[in-house]
C-alpha cells in the first residue's frame, strides 16, 4: 500500500532560514535539488500570494532569489485561497480590528493558514510565530 501523498505548504522563511543558516545554496546543493524534485512532484509549494511577496522583494546578489525564480513555476501553488477563510484567520486569529501597519506586519501568513484549513491531510511548514498573534491572542477560555 503506498503512503499518501501529503503536501507541504511552506512559508518563505521556511527557505531563507535553510539558506542563511543550514543549507547555503552553494554549499548543499543537494538539499536544493531535493526540494525541486519535492516541488515538482508536487509535495512542496508556496502559495501564489507567498511566493509573489518573495520575488517582489529583489535584491542584489542575492542567490536564493535567484533559485527561487528560476523555480517559481514549479513552486507556485496554483490553488486560490477563498477570501472568507482569509478573512476568518486574520479576524479570529489575529485580530478583528488590525491598523494597516499591523495588517502589512503579518504579511502573507492568513493565506497560508487558510489554504492549510482547506487541505485535507496537508502540512504547513513555517520557522517563526508571529509576534503580533502572541500579543492579540485571546484568553484560552475553560471548560
Known sequence: MRA???LHL????VLITASNMYYPLD???EFWEWIDYQ???GRVKLPVEVLDEVLAGSKKDDPLLDWMTAHKDVLR???KVDPSLVNKVVTEGYAPDLTDDELIE??????????RSSKDG????CHRRSQLAEQEAPEPKGP
Do not use: S
Not at 496537508?122 to 511548514?125: E, K
Open 122 to 125: 496537508g502540512a504547513l511548514r
Open 106 to 115: 503579518i504579511g502573507q501568513d492568513p493565506f497560508l493558514i487558510a489554504l
Open 4 to 6: 499518501k501523498k501529503v
Open 39 to 41: 516541488a515538482t512532484n
Open 10 to 13: 511552506f512559508d518563505a522563511n
Open 77 to 79: 501553488l496554483k490553488e
Open 27 to 29: 554549499g548543499v546543493p
